[in-house]
Each structure stands twice: as C-alpha cells, then as structure tokens.
C-alpha cells in the first residue's frame, strides 16, 4: 500500500529541512562565511562522503557514512589547532546545504540521486547537533562545565549519540510505510548499532582531532571510516547474492511443477507482513523470510508431484514427513539453524511449534487453499478459523486478516 | 598467525631466541634512569588484553572470530607513545591470554608474545630514529601536533611493523612447518602493507589524543571504527561461506532427484576451472565459469523425478522433456546477479559446433564461449567417472574421444586446454569414485556393455539406454 500522496509526518520533515537550509543560506550569505578555510575543508570532506554515495545497494542504512561523520564533526567542532572557532549553527547548516546540493548534481544527472528524505535528514540531523553544541560553546558554558579534559570528550560523545537517536527517529517518521511508528522505531534504532556507531565515533574523534591538530587530522580520520564503508558494502553484496541464491533455490520446486508459480515469493512476502503485524523485527523476521520461502524444498524428494503443490491438502503424516526432509535440505543450505527448525516444524499442530512456524504454515494453508479458485480469499480465511482449534494459532489467523484486509503485503522500504 | 603444529626441535630452538632477543629488548626499560612511563604502559597493556579476551571467551554473538588485525593500531600506537624498550612489553599479557587456533596452547602464546614484542619494539625504534615522538604534540607545554611531518615517520614505523612481524612469521612457518623458506616468505611482506599503512594512521590520530588534554578515552574511540571494520569482514567471510553452501545446496536438490550424477557437478566446475586457468581468462571469469560448470545441471530439478530415475529406454516424448533442462536452468538461476554470463552457459551447454544440438542449435562462434567450456568439461566427467553400472575410461582414452569430436561436437580449442591442463595438473583420484550410492546389483547388467557417452550424446551424461 504505498501511498500516492506522502503522509503529513514525511511533508513536515522535508518542509522543515527546506525551510531551515534556505533561512540558513540567507543568513550566511548576508553576514558572509566565517573562518572559510575550515568551511571550505568540511565542505569538500561532505562533498566527497556524499559522491560515494556511489555504488550503494538499495536499502543500505548509510551509504554514505563520510559524509555523515564530516557534517557532525563540523556541528561539533569548537576549536582548531587549539584556537577556538566561531561559526554558528546557521553556517553549519549552509555547509552541509550546499555540500549536498553540489554532490547530488552527478547523482540526479544519472537519475538516481539520494530521495529528498535522506537528504532531509541529514540535514535535519546536522542541525540538531549544533544547536546543541555550538551556542554553549560559544557562551563559553562547554568549557566551563566539562573544561578541555576527558569530560569534553564524553559530553561530544553523549550528544553524538541524541543526534543518532534524532536521526532513528526521523528515519521512522518518514520510513513511508503502512507499519505501526513502535516497531518501525525498534529496528531503526537496532540498526544504529553497525554503521551508526562507526559514525558517530568518527564524528566525534574527527571533531577532537581537529581541535588538537588542525585540518590535517580530517584525511588521517577518514581513511579507517572508508574501509569501513568497503567491509559494509562488500558484507552489503554477498549478502544480496546470497539472497537471490536462496530464492532461486526456492524457486526450484515451482519449475520442477511441484507448487504453483509464485508460491514460494507469495508465502514469503505475506508471511513477512504477518511477522511484522504481530509485531517480529530484526533477525526473527529474516528466520520468517527464509523459512517461508524454502517451506516447500522437501517436495523435490517426492517422485510425483502433490497435485497443485497444496501440501495443506494432504494427511497430516505426509504433510510432516515432507517437511521433515525440507528440514534437512535446508540444514545443507548454511542458513541460520533457526530457518531448518521452523521448515521442520511447520506442519506441527501449532502449539508444538513457534511462532515463525505458526504463521508460515497459517499463509502456505491460506495461498494453497486460494489456488483452489472455488471458495476465494474469503472461503480460505474462513476455512483457517475452521482450523484454528488444532492446526492454526487463531492470534496468527486474525493478524492475516489484518494484513489482508489492507490490501496484502507491503514491501519494507517502498514508498 | 603461524601455525605451530607440534614443536619441533628447530621451533622450539627459533622461538627461545625470541623470547631472549624480546627480553634483551625490555632490559633497559626496567632501569630507573630510563624514565619508563610505566602507567602508560599499564593502561596500554590492559587495553590490549581487553581486546584479546573476547576472542578467546567469544562473549559477542559467539561465533565471529575477531582477528588480531583489529588490535594492530592499538599496538602500532603504544609503539608511537612509549620508548622502544617499553613498547616491547606492551603486547605480552595480551598475547598470553589471546585466543590460540589449536594446540600446542603454550607454545603457540609465548610465540605469539615473543613475535609481537619485537615486532612493536622494532616499530617504536624505526618510529624513534625517524624522529616521530618530537612531532606528536602534547605533553605539559601543550604543543601543537605537526601533523603533516608526523605521518613520514609513523608510515616509517608501519613499515617496518610489516616487514618484521611477516619476517618472523615465515621463520616459524618454515622451522615448524618443515616449508622451505623462500616459500615461507613469498608474498607475505606485499600483501600487508597496506592494511598496515592504515592501522598506521589510526594509529597516530590514537597517538595524538591520548597526549591531548582530551585524554585516553579519546583515543579509544579512534579503535571504534577499525574494530567495527574487522567485525564485518568476518561477518562478510561467514555470509560469502552460506553463500558457497547454499550453491552446494542446488547442486544437491538435484541430487535428491537424480542419484546417478552425484558429485558431477562439482568435477565439472573444477574441469570448466582448469580450463579457464589454461585459456588465461581474469579470476572473476574463473570464478564465474566455475559455478557455470557446478550449475550447469541444475534444470534437472525440472524434470520429472520419474522420467529422471527410469531405467530403460526413454520414449521420444520422454527425450524431449529432459532436454529441456537447460532452458529450465537458465530459468532458475535468472535471479542470481553475480552469475551473469555464467547463464549463459547453463542454456547453452548441451549446443554442438555443427548445430545439432539443443535448445536452440546454434553453430560455431554463436554458441557463448563459458558454454563451449561446459560442454567439454561435462562430458569428460561424463566419460571418466565410474557410475554403479560402468566403469569409468581412462583419462588419457576420455581425451581421445574429446579430440575425435572436436570441431564438430566440441571446440577445438577448449579441447586442446583441457588436455594441456590434465598434461600439467592431472586429475585427481576423487574423479574415480563410484558417484553413486545406488546399490549396483539392483541394476540391470548389460548397462556396462552399453557404448559409453563419448561419442556422441553428454545429454544425459553416463546414462545410456
């Protein structure tokens, strides 16, 4: 359900990043630059974190993790080779603005520029550091309070870490989906832990460097965070590889006639929703995934085919043994364990099973029951709550009615 | 590290005169004039420590290993803060609690601290010499770092960091492992350089905070980002290992299906390697016509179970639905990105030069090149692997049919390679093997006096009827 007209929270944050960088400009441009030669610096330092944007995968939490580090060093930078520095907010703000600006200009000419979300929040990020920065530190309180010690460096470490949780925040206001703002929250800030650490310790040791040693710290600092950037994007590639290996995996029995075509991809996606209604993030929603998708392999061990591949139809025995031998593919497949154990367990009455097990075997009934043609989407639903005394959870059959109540599965990221 | 398997005599010998050489090393700094900086030194060496322990009780996930380059620029900093004599003894408690791969424990530890002592003492020494310390800034007057200058010297120490922890490295390889030392040695100093250049500079950057008025927890966040870094690319080796097995797993649904070709297709893929290697191709294509070659059966999963395990002879109808496979094939690994041309060669891999064969009969150059490899790789599996009801042929007689139909069944060139790459390799005894776990009595007999596939028809490699 990707909605045509964004919702209020995403217009909110765009208007406000928007209203906010051209005040920002206006102000610069009228008071003139401070200190250009560090405006300069960061500026170029954004400039080029952002070009590598280059090459990210899609649904890549930071694809450009340099330019975030650059943009939150110059909110938090208040001294420069042991000078103190005087640009403000507002000027940080410009920066990022223009940095932005100029680095998308490659990006949208090839038609694929950063959405104007990300950009909104970056900004909106950036800003919200130096607002809690820069004005103590120019009322001289940051010193005062913290001194130039080991409390200064804790106090740029605490705010780096609210400005991550500033950023969680915005990326699930305007995550864009039909999902709940709770669990969307959830695995935003589950995923600060990987490369949102990295940045916001590069951010704020890029801020303390320059402040001990000049502008000369900043290519030093970012080499470590570029590695890290190569590890995540190559760990980014295979991952994907393996995904559309397991796919095509699943896939198998559709070819080899033994399910309908689509079954696999239909069961994964709306077991996915399910998983997500009853309210599973993060890892367990992989597990979902995987075992949704591959809940069929055992078939390929059958000499002829189950009729239509509706294994919902057959004795139970059959339906146990068959999901026993998938079990033991999948084990070969080096997937999580998890995955073989909720294969194995899928044709189990359901409070033998866990919760994975509950809704793959809940969706695969009701897509098998669907390609019956005669009873429909209404017919196989109401046959599930037939069923919910033995076989079916009756908590997993109603968040499918749900989910099919607002028009199927969404996709994670659309929109 | 280097792996001591049992110590010999010669080890034993090599890692006592590092121990002494590391204690000869650390005799001045226990001087009372030499001005050790020993809570420096403490606090380093704690911090090390801390970083061995979770490899050794593995308290993060459990099951990705941390390797010891993320702790590189922990040393290579105490080698930049602490004088030569000093920085010997930085990495010894780490080393002696660190996590060792297998026995013999002991020996493996004090090796690993006597390698690590000199190799950061020799990195401090190198840094001291190139006049590093005078350009870290710091200290009571507050100097500013010189920052452009303090990379030459800390790059110096990376250097040197490199050349002597790969040095002593190949020296234990070659006295514990019996490997002859120019072996040992090769291509170890080039491939660290740069990874070391970069601990280098995290390194520095941890160097001059922790002489800043910001203090030591400063310099602890530099590690962050190194340490992170580490922790994906083990995740990236774990994830890239799924990815192998789940191939495998393909390969092995086709299996479940068909039980006579097991273990086929992963001599095809070495086969189709082989010839690669010999045609000179670039490692990704290597690596891309090696998973053609495992791959090249995988439309088998969309034939009938049934038509797959019938013995005796297929009726034509049935003959038009095996040789659908390829197009099945092709069809399966559609999604698979990375595999590219590779697909190629899993449609086309049943194509003959002279255009007879299928799906499409294509003739000469218009057939993909990774296909013309598959064929030929397929079948001299085909020909050479023992199935329960025929015994495989000779490799030299396999070659011999090879050469018989090229030009009009195979290319001649990927003929050629193949049996210059057989001249030079050989092909291993594992090619020989029953690849069946059928039980041969239950097979009709006079399949072993059935005409081998040669010459003619590697569409249903080694099943003839």
């Known amino acids: 359900m990707t909605p045509v007209h964004p919702p209020p929270a995403v217009l909110a944050v765009r208007g406000g990043a928007?209203?906010?960088?051209?005040?920002?400009?206006?102000?610069?441009?009228?008071?003139?630059?401070?200190?250009?030669?560090?405006?300069?610096?960061?500026?170029?330092?954004?400039?080029?974190?952002?070009?590598?944007?280059?090459?990210?995968?899609?649904?890549?939490?930071?694809?450009?993790?340099?330019?975030?580090?650059?943009?939150?060093?110059?909110?938090?930078?208040?001294?420069?080779?042991?000078?103190?520095?005087a640009h403000g907010v507002l000027q940080v703000v410009t920066v990022v603005a223009a940095a932005q600006l100029l680095a998308s200009v490659p990006h949208v000419a090839r038609g694929s520029g950063p959405g104007p979300d990300q950009a909104a929040r970056r900004l909106l990020t950036v800003a919200f550091a130096a607002v809690c920065f820069q004005p103590f530190h120019h009322a001289g309180r940051s010193e005062h309070w913290f001194g130039e010690g080991p409390y200064f460096a804790l106090f740029l470490l605490v705010l780096l870490v609210l400005s991550a949780l500033c950023d969680a925040v915005l990326a699930a206001l305007t995550a864009g989906t039909s999902r709940r703002y709770g669990p969307q929250l959830r695995d935003e800030l589950r995923r600060l832990s990987g490369i949102g650490s990295a940045v916001c310790a590069t951010g704020a040791v890029m801020a303390l460097g320059v402040a001990v040693a000049g502008l000369w710290a900043l290519p030093v600092l970012c080499v470590p965070l570029l590695l890290t950037q190569v590890s995540y994007r190559r760990y980014a590639a295979v991952r994907t590889t393996y995904r559309q290996t397991i796919a095509s995996l699943a896939r198998s029995t559709e070819i080899a006639g033994y399910t309908p075509h689509g079954h696999a991809?239909?069961?994964?996606?709306?077991?996915?929703?399910?998983?997500?209604?009853?309210?599973?993030?993060?890892?367990?929603?992989?597990?979902?995934?995987?075992?949704?998708?591959?809940?069929?392999?055992?078939?390929?061990?059958?000499?002829?085919?189950?009729?239509?591949?509706?294994?919902?139809?057959?004795?139970?025995?059959?339906?146990?043994?068959?999901?026993?031998?998938?079990?033991?593919?999948?084990?070969?497949?080096?997937?999580?364990?998890?995955?073989?154990?909720?294969?194995?367990?899928?044709?189990?009455?359901?409070?033998?099973?866990?919760?994975?097990?509950?809704?793959?075997?809940?969706?695969?009934?009701?897509?098998?029951?669907?390609?019956?043609?005669?009873?429909?989407?209404?017919?196989?639903?109401?046959?599930?709550?037939?069923?919910?005394?033995r076989d079916y959870q009756p908590q997993v059959v109603e968040a499918l009615a749900r989910v099919l109540a607002r028009g199927g599965p969404t996709r994670v990221g659309a929109g | 590290m280097a792996g001591v398997s049992g110590t010999s005599a010669a080890a034993r010998v090599y890692i006592l005169c590092a121990v002494v050489c590391a204690a000869l090393g650390a005799v001045p700094a226990l001087s009372p004039?030499?001005?050790?900086?020993?809570?420096?030194?403490?606090?380093?060496?704690?911090?090390?420590?801390?970083?061995?322990?979770?490899?050794?009780?593995?308290?993060?996930?459990?099951?990705?290993?941390?390797?010891?380059?993320?702790?590189?620029p922990l040393l290579l900093a105490a080698a930049f803060l602490l004088p030569p004599s000093a920085a010997v003894l930085v990495a010894v408690p780490g080393a002696l609690v660190s996590h060792v791969d297998g026995p013999p424990v002991t020996a493996r530890r004090v090796w690993r601290a006597a390698q690590l002592a000199l190799t950061v003492g020799a990195a401090s020494w190198a840094y001291a010499l190139s006049g590093g310390p005078a350009t870290l800034g710091g200290g009571p007057e507050g100097a500013v770092p010189a920052l452009p200058h303090a990379l030459l010297p800390a790059c110096a120490a990376a250097l040197v960091f490199g050349l002597v922890l790969a040095a002593l490295d190949g020296g234990i390889i070659a006295t514990a492992e019996r490997?002859?030392?120019?072996?040992?040695?090769?291509?170890?100093?080039?491939?660290?350089?740069?990874?070391?250049?970069?601990?280098?500079?995290?390194?520095?950057?941890?160097?001059?905070?922790?002489?800043?008025?910001?203090?030591?927890?400063?310099?602890?966040?530099?590690?962050?980002?190194?340490?992170?870094?580490?922790?994906?690319?083990?995740?990236?080796?774990?994830?890239?290992?799924?990815?192998?097995?789940t191939i495998r797993a393909l390969v092995q649904a086709v299996d479940i299906k068909d039980g006579y070709t097991r273990g086929h297709s992963e001599r095809v893929g070495r086969a189709s390697e082989l010839i690669a290697r010999e045609l000179g191709m670039e490692e990704s294509r290597t690596e891309a016509l090696r998973f053609a070659g495992i791959l090249h059966d995988v439309g088998k999963l969309g034939v009938p179970t049934r038509v797959l395990r019938k013995d005796g002879p297929l009726t034509p109808e049935e003959r038009r639905v095996i040789e659908l496979h390829p197009e099945y094939g092709h069809e399966i690994v559609r999604g698979i990105g990375f595999l590219d041309e590779a697909r190629a060669a899993i449609l086309h891999h049943h194509e003959r030069l002279d255009g007879s064969g299928y799906p499409y009969g294509l003739t000469g150059d218009r057939i993909p090149e990774f296909a013309r490899v598959v064929a030929v790789a397929d079948a001299f599996d085909a020909m050479t692997s023992t199935r329960s009801y025929r015994r495989g042929r000779p490799v030299p007689a396999a070659v011999e049919e090879l050469r018989r139909c090229a030009g009009s069944q195979f290319d001649p060139r990927m003929v050629r390679a193949l049996a210059r790459a057989l001249d030079r390799h050989g092909w291993s005894a594992a090619a020989n093997t029953v690849t069946s776990d059928e039980d041969p009595a239950g097979l009709p007999t006079q399949r072993a006096d059935v005409r081998a596939p040669a010459a003619g028809t590697p569409d249903r490699p080694g099943r003839h009827r």
Not at chain 2, 206 to 226: C, D, I, K, N, Q
């Open chain 1, 18 to 85: 928007l209203a906010l960088a051209v005040a920002a400009l206006g102000h610069t441009l009228w008071n003139g630059v401070v200190e250009p030669g560090h405006a300069l610096a960061f500026g170029v330092l954004v400039t080029v974190g952002e070009l590598a944007r280059w090459g990210a995968l899609p649904g890549e939490r930071e694809p450009a993790p340099l330019g975030a580090a650059g943009a939150l060093a110059y909110a938090l930078l208040g001294r420069s080779g042991g000078q103190d520095t």
């Open chain 2, 179 to 245: 490997v002859a030392v120019r072996h040992a040695w090769r291509g170890l100093p080039a491939r660290s350089v740069g990874p070391h250049l970069v601990h280098a500079l995290a390194g520095l950057m941890m160097a001059v905070l922790w002489r800043s008025t910001y203090g030591p927890l400063s310099a602890l966040v530099v590690l962050l980002p190194m340490y992170i870094s580490c922790w994906v690319f083990a995740q990236y080796h774990r994830r890239h290992a799924a990815h192998r097995a």
């Open chain 2, 33 to 72: 004039e030499a001005g050790t900086p020993w809570g420096t030194l403490g606090l380093l060496a704690a911090l090390y420590s801390a970083c061995e322990l979770p490899g050794r009780f593995r308290v993060f996930g459990g099951s990705v290993p941390i390797t010891a380059g993320s702790f590189f």
């Open chain 1, 265 to 389: 991809r239909r069961v994964a996606e709306l077991s996915a929703a399910v998983g997500r209604e009853l309210g599973l993030g993060g890892h367990e929603l992989t597990v979902l995934e995987y075992a949704a998708l591959m809940h069929d392999i055992g078939q390929l061990s059958l000499v002829d085919p189950v009729a239509d591949g509706a294994t919902a139809l057959l004795p139970a025995e059959e339906q146990r043994r068959i999901a026993l031998l998938g079990g033991a593919v999948v084990r070969q497949t080096g997937v999580d364990p998890a995955v073989a154990a909720v294969v194995e367990q899928q044709a189990d009455p359901y409070r033998e099973q866990q919760t994975a097990a509950r809704i793959v075997r809940a969706v695969n009934a009701y897509d098998d029951l669907c390609g019956e043609g005669v009873k429909g989407p209404l017919g196989a639903l109401e046959q599930l709550r037939l069923g919910t005394g």
